[in-house]
């Protein structure tokens, strides 16, 4: 019984050691506010005048340690999401819930290099629909958004 009881206190050291060398790859923080400085979909970057016109706070994104928020009609949106950078390229998980209740999912990769953060993304039900790459094309659904940290 002494045995089985030391083998279980190994067995959950080396757990332990390993949740911790995993956690050595935490990822980048990306909590902060960011402002959307460009937007691709369908291949075609949207016209950095269309930038220029939107008043900053309907580009502004609040990230959180779980949530991503957004002004929409003067009030905050917040969507939940989930990344695991363990992947090349790192991936995130985005959920929204709808009016009606149902979950609205959106899977792409992301980057974070400096105060840039850049998210290709694709809304539908299957991670396996996710990008594989940081570009759209007129053929795929994928959106792709470049943010800048507005904080430091």
Known sequence: M???????????????????????????????????????IGGE???ADLF????EAERTIKITADKLISAKKGK?????????ASKTPAQIDIVEKTEGGKDQKLYGIYKLDGDTLTI??????????????????????????VLKKKDK
């Open 2 to 40: 002494r045995l089985a009881f030391g083998v279980m206190i190994v067995l959950a050291a080396s757990v332990a050691l390993a949740q911790d060398k995993k956690d050595d790859k935490k990822p980048a923080k990306l909590e902060g506010t960011y402002v959307l400085a460009e937007m691709e």
């Open 45 to 47: 970057k949207l016209p």
């Open 52 to 55: 220029a016109k939107a008043p």
């Open 76 to 84: 905050d949106d917040a969507v939940s999401y989930k990344v695991d």
């Open 120 to 145: 290709c993304a694709v809304e539908s039900d299957k991670p396996d629909d996710r990008p594989k790459e940081f570009k759209t094309s007129k053929d795929s659904k994928a959106m792709l958004m």
